[in-house]
């Protein structure tokens, strides 16, 4: 075929992509070797961005190997990297070999963090060097020279029976620990999916900005389980001291408190925060911690969700369940040494780093004045989140000055800490419309009012104790006499 007959027949196909990417895909795949071939990939390059945006966030790991493929055959280098850093780190083996064969064909030449476990090579592609085999770290920790290397180097872990956490050898023991009666009843609480007969149930719930959020929630069964996985053993083991979200004694607002009076503060987003955290990475973590790949097996099963698709496909591996209990404390132990690089880089700089979940936050007492310094940065903290298996959500990033409000986590750190004027502001007109026409004409849909009003006035003695006294103090006040007068 030549290259018009190709461009004819790829035109009208790209002008519906969305519904034609297979068949685009599958003329570009025959017609590879063809000369002229780099100008159809240049011509369907330009209108693919979309479909491989929606393929690589894909929950059906089938869709994600299309994917490498199809970044393999219609994308430029520049166009390709921002996939395949991604693909290249897939909790799905098949996405990520497919991933590393387009690597390949390519031969993106990126500039990336290098894996530091290797000595520098001068081959353009070699592992070590500041190229994309960076994007694999992590990936070869089972390598016999990269544990004879590194493994003196690392400070041994505390010993579980130094936490006081109870010795599990077996899945025996792991039964009789949680009082699972068989392997028949475990089978029951390991099924995919979140229909009837499933130990989960998902719903949807909006989020800020108005999109579906995806809640998978264990059913009370698991849920009994799951909580006492998270206080006798999880709870127990070290997070970093930059994690501040679901860690007890911090909250949002120590969260906030490092931050106050900044002169520069970045604020970053992980992408899918917790369908990022494999079944594989729940078992590293606790294989680390010295317990039995059996008892790892297990545990990683009860703690993590696996997707069952419309046409029955199951996805392999599970992922951290967003509505599980366990979830929130596994993502900040699994986060451990992303928050231990990211303090050292913000120490490097003279910044402060916290962390609440998936926001992520440096604030500079010293503001950099230099844009390319503040882009280098940046850089630096993508590619380690990158190192980490993170991806940062590139378009909420925020650098904010003075000038402008500076929130972290929903409280102002411009100077002081404070809750922002306009929420103070209409509490404080829900209150006085409270003393107007009665506690019950303000809630307006809300379920429990009362607990809504008590709330939030302990939420401001919280961050600022004076005002948010005389708010609880009110609040009191209105609840009691509205019950007086209902009776």
């Known amino acids: 075929m030549s290259l018009s007959s190709l461009l004819l027949e790829l035109i009208p196909l790209c002008e519906s992509l969305d519904d034609n990417w297979e068949k ?28 491989l945006d929606q393929l690589v966030q894909s929950p059906d790991p089938r869709r994600r190997t299309q994917a490498a493929h199809f970044v393999r055959l219609c994308s430029t280098q520049r166009q390709a990297g921002r996939y395949l850093r991604v693909l290249v780190k897939d909790p799905n083996g098949r996405v990520r070999s497919a991933a590393h064969r387009s690597m390949r064909a390519l031969r993106i030449d990126d500039v990336a963090l290098p894996d530091g476990r290797f000595r520098p090579s001068p081959h353009r592609q070699a592992l070590g060097g500041w190229n994309p085999t960076g994007w694999s770290y992590g990936l070869f ?50 099924r995919a999916g979140s229909g009837p007969g499933s130990p989960y149930v998902s719903f949807t719930i909006p989020k800020s900005s108005g999109e579906p959020r995806t809640i998978t929630a264990p059913r009370m069964t698991l849920r009994k389980l799951q909580r006492k996985i998270l206080d006798d053993l999880l709870s127990k083991l070290p997070t970093h001291a930059a994690a ?56 990683a099963g009860l703690m993590t969700h696996r997707p069952v698709l419309s046409d029955g496909y199951v996805v392999w591996p599970g992922v951290l369940p967003q509505g599980a209990p366990t979830s929130p404390t596994l993502a900040n132990l699994i986060c451990m040494r992303l928050d231990a690089r990211l303090s050292g880089l913000a120490k490097k700089v003279g910044a402060r780093y916290t962390r609440y979940a998936d926001d992520m936050t440096f604030s500079f007492a010293s503001g950099m004045d230099n844009h390319s310094d503040v882009g280098r940065f940046l850089w630096w903290v993508n ?15 925020k650098v904010l000055r003075p000038s402008s409000q500076q929130r972290v986590t929903g ?77």
């Not at 685009?24 to 479909?51: G, P």
């Not at 408190?257 to 973590?285: E, N």
């Not at 590619?383 to 990033?397: D, L, N, P």
């Open 411 to 487: 409280i102002v750190v411009n100077s002081g800490l404070s809750v922002p004027r306009q929420l103070r502001r209409t509490f404080r007109a829900i209150l006085h419309n409270c003393r107007t026409h009665g506690v019950a004409s303000q809630a307006r849909g809300r379920r429990n009012f009362r607990a809504y009003l008590l709330g939030y006035a302990s939420y401001l003695r919280m961050v600022s104790p004076e005002l948010g006294t005389r708010a609880l103090t009110e609040v009191r006040a209105l609840l009691g006499s509205d019950e007086s007068s209902s009776s």
């Open 244 to 299: 501040h979200g679901f860690v007890k004694k911090r909250s949002v607002l120590t969260n906030a408190k490092p931050h106050q009076g900044a002169k520069l503060l970045i604020k970053l987003d992980i992408k899918d925060f917790f369908p990022t955290i494999s079944y594989y990475r729940v078992r590293g973590l606790l294989r680390g911690y010295g317990l039995s790949f059996e008892v790892c097996d297990t545990l």
């Open 24 to 51: 685009v895909l599958a003329l570009l795949d025959a017609h590879k070797d063809l000369a002229e071939y780099e100008v159809a990939r240049f011509y369907v390059s330009r209108l693919a961005s979309r479909q």
């Open 383 to 397: 590619q380690i989140c990158q190192q980490e298996g993170f991806a940062e959500h590139v378009s909420k990033r």
């Open 141 to 190: 920790g089972n390598m016999y020279f990269v544990r004879q290397q590194k493994g003196k180097q690392r400070k041994p872990k505390p010993t579980l029976s130094d936490l006081g956490v109870l010795k599990l050898q077996t899945r025996k023991d792991v039964l009789q620990w949680l009082q699972i009666p068989s392997l028949t009843d475990l089978r029951k609480l390991l």
